[in-house]
């Protein structure tokens, strides 16, 4: 590895080079591209540099021509990188970035070479993958190889580290797997190992057909368990590199949770409707919601439990259960928005928090502020608007002022309002509405006899916050602790013996349908609907 990280170009060849790699990213690869943003600036080219060498490959192998042109094209394009990666020079305009990359950061020429080899093979002929671990091979060498050329670059803290991202480049590649289903299946493609069809009775032909639904349901419901799996591998790879290329690999697992989570609602619509790419920004990237029967509720609140007991459970340290807890927390609000959800309110940080270790506090604050500052944009492209909900007086000066600044820039978005609830104590919140309205009456701006709900409604940290229709608290406790209780009067209440950390979109999904069944009286005598809910139109 270089000693200067921002190891210079030193021709404009060299530039150019670089630059079209960049290009061939952003126009091809979006999320990579978007999660490169955050690496320091003297890396992101290298890592752009190798994968603008693996994607143009792969679309020498796919685009133009018949399968022998493609072939050819293929067969010579290997050559001429392997030939010019034991010269170190090249001459071509788009792979002289990458040789480039290679030379500078000793990458391993076998890695190349397996990459080329799986897309040779590939091309020959339409693939056949009679298991799951013929498919984890070609999954390794499409994939895998890329992610642990560049993971090189990042300074791992060792062989697990490097097998790691590649076991994150095997579910990067199965998330395009399923965004071109449609396509490859139409195209006589079918990646997926035909045990398992036959398993259940099915032949490709049946994927494309849409009949038998519970069935392809099925089929799915195999595919993501091992998505699962290997997701779950993955996740302690980004805590394996320097601690500035971190929020890069977070971004990759956090999209990959996402689309995850984008095929556990769509099942068997998958085959025919393939899937989007996490690729736009803006209005162009928000999903419409999901149809939900009977509607989804307006205001859904959340008491994430189970960080520590799920790190406990997995011989982690705490830290990384509240890392994975705030990854769940951005699963949750994709989740939200894709079910219709508009009022989301989730217990981050209680007032009884406080109670904890000075260790276990700053390792809990740094990870909010960094999921802040990560998150940020991502929920104000989607239209999320988020409000503080606590006291203001005590938490870190630095956390507070991005709390502040996330409230600022989304105040104006309206798709989702999402409160976080930091530094929050139901009893201070009514304690200080109490107090706040006696220093009224004492004014004479109002008289005692004429305070009523909305007048105590008005001085709560969060004015305006409707009441929660349906409270959600994870990992198996049955209590609402402290959380929200002028909001949660008529709350319905959902248990969930999920862990925080591997809550998902299935299990609000759950939550949802269970809250739809129930029947809500509000007081009165006759049962009613569980309202009010949101209609949600269909996608």
């Known amino acids: 590895m270089p000693e200067n990280e921002a190891s210079f170009i030193d021709s404009p060849e060299l530039s150019a080079s670089y630059a079209w790699c960049a290009a061939e990213i952003r126009q091809f690869l979006?999320?990579?591209?978007?999660?490169?943003?955050?690496?320091?600036?003297?890396?992101?080219?290298?890592?752009?540099?190798?994968?603008?060498?693996?994607?143009?490959?792969?679309?020498?192998?796919?685009?133009?021509?018949?399968?022998?042109?493609?072939?050819?094209?293929?067969?010579?394009?290997?050559?001429?990188?392997?030939?010019?990666?034991?010269?170190?020079?090249?001459?071509?305009p788009s792979r002289r970035a990458f040789v480039d990359?290679?030379?500078?950061?000793?990458?391993?020429?076998?890695?190349?070479?397996?990459?080329?080899?799986?897309?040779?093979?590939?091309?020959?002929?339409?693939?056949?993958?009679?298991?799951?671990?013929?498919?984890?091979?070609?999954?390794?060498?499409?994939?895998g190889t890329s992610n642990e050329m560049w993971m090189s670059l990042l300074d791992p803290t060792g062989p697990e580290a490097l097998a790691l991202a590649s076991v994150l480049g095997e579910v990067c590649q199965l998330v395009d797997t399923f965004e071109d289903l449609p396509?490859?299946?139409?195209?006589?493609?079918?990646?997926?190992?035909?045990?398992?069809?036959?398993?259940?009775?099915?032949?490709?032909?049946?994927?494309?057909?849409?009949?038998?639904?519970?069935?392809?349901?099925?089929?799915?419901?195999?595919?993501?368990g091992r998505w699962r799996d290997l997701l779950e591998q993955a996740m302690p790879v980004a805590e394996m590199v320097r601690p500035e290329c971190r929020p890069f690999l977070h971004t990759m697992l956090l999209g990959s949770w996402m689309?995850?989570?984008?095929?556990?609602?769509?099942?068997?619509?998958?085959?025919?409707?393939?899937?989007?790419?996490?690729?736009?920004?803006?209005?162009?990237?928000?999903?419409?919601?999901?149809?939900?029967?009977?509607?989804?509720?307006?205001?859904?609140?959340?008491?994430?439990?189970?960080?520590?007991?799920?790190?406990?459970?997995?011989?982690?340290?705490?830290?990384?259960?509240?890392?994975?807890?705030?990854?769940?927390a951005m699963r949750l609000v994709n989740a939200a928005l894709r079910l219709g959800v508009r009022h989301l309110s989730i217990y981050a940080f209680s007032t009884?928090?406080?109670?904890?270790?000075?260790?276990?506090?700053?390792?809990?604050?740094?990870?909010?502020?960094?999921?802040?500052?990560?998150?940020?944009?991502?929920?104000?492209?989607?239209?999320?608007?988020?409000?503080?909900c606590g006291r203001r007086d005590r938490i870190d000066t630095s956390l507070a002022s991005a709390l502040t600044l996330m409230e600022s820039l989304t105040s104006n978005n309206d798709?989702?309002?999402?409160?976080?609830?930091?530094?929050?104590?139901?009893?201070?919140?009514?304690?200080?509405?109490?107090?706040?309205?006696?220093?009224?009456?004492v004014a004479g701006t109002i008289r005692p006899e004429d305070i009523g709900p909305a007048d105590l409604a008005r001085n709560m940290y969060t004015p305006g916050l409707p009441?929660?229709?349906?409270?959600?608290?994870?990992?198996?406790?049955?209590?609402?602790?402290?959380?929200?209780?002028?909001?949660?009067?008529?709350?319905e209440l959902v248990f969930d013996p999920t862990p925080w950390p591997d809550f998902g979109l299935a299990q609000l999904r759950?939550?949802?349908?269970?809250?739809?069944?129930?029947q809500r009286r509000f007081g009165g005598s006759l049962p009613g609907p569980a309202r009010p809910v949101v209609p949600v139109p269909a996608p």
């Open 183 to 224: 396509i490859d299946l139409a195209a006589g493609r079918c990646y997926l190992p035909r045990a398992d069809l036959r398993q259940l009775g099915l032949k490709v032909g049946d994927l494309r057909s849409g009949e038998q639904p519970d069935v392809l349901d099925e089929l799915v419901d195999i595919q993501l």
């Open 259 to 328: 689309q995850f989570d984008e095929v556990t609602l769509r099942k068997s619509r998958v085959f025919a409707d393939g899937m989007e790419p996490l690729t736009s920004t803006g209005a162009e990237q928000r999903r419409p919601p999901w149809p939900v029967v009977n509607g989804a509720p307006a205001h859904v609140g959340v008491i994430m439990d189970g960080n520590r007991r799920w790190a406990t459970r997995q011989t982690l340290p705490v830290s990384r259960g509240y890392q994975a807890g705030g990854q769940a």
């Open 101 to 143: 990359t290679v030379q500078r950061w000793d990458i391993g020429h076998a890695l190349v070479e397996e990459f080329l080899d799986t897309l040779q093979d590939d091309c020959a002929s339409p693939p056949f993958f009679e298991t799951f671990a013929e498919q984890r091979r070609y999954l390794r060498g499409v994939a």
């Open 415 to 441: 798709v989702l309002t999402l409160t976080l609830c930091v530094d929050y104590g139901g009893r201070d919140e009514l304690t200080r509405a109490a107090r706040a309205l006696a220093a009224e009456a």
């Open 467 to 491: 009441d929660v229709d349906l409270l959600i608290r994870t990992s198996g406790e049955q209590r609402i602790s402290n959380f929200l209780p002028w909001h949660l009067a008529y709350a």
């Open 30 to 92: 979006t999320p990579m591209w978007k999660a490169a943003e955050v690496l320091p600036a003297g890396l992101r080219p290298h890592v752009l540099a190798v994968c603008g060498f693996t994607v143009h490959s792969d679309r020498i192998a796919d685009e133009g021509g018949t399968q022998q042109v493609r072939a050819e094209r293929l067969a010579r394009w290997r050559s001429d990188t392997l030939e010019e990666l034991r010269t170190g020079r090249s001459g071509h």
């Open 510 to 518: 759950e939550a949802l349908a269970t809250y739809a069944g129930r």
């Open 352 to 388: 009884e928090n406080w109670d904890r270790s000075q260790e276990e506090l700053a390792v809990l604050f740094d990870t909010m502020a960094d999921g802040i500052t990560q998150g940020t944009e991502w929920l104000h492209e989607r239209g999320v608007c988020v409000r503080w």
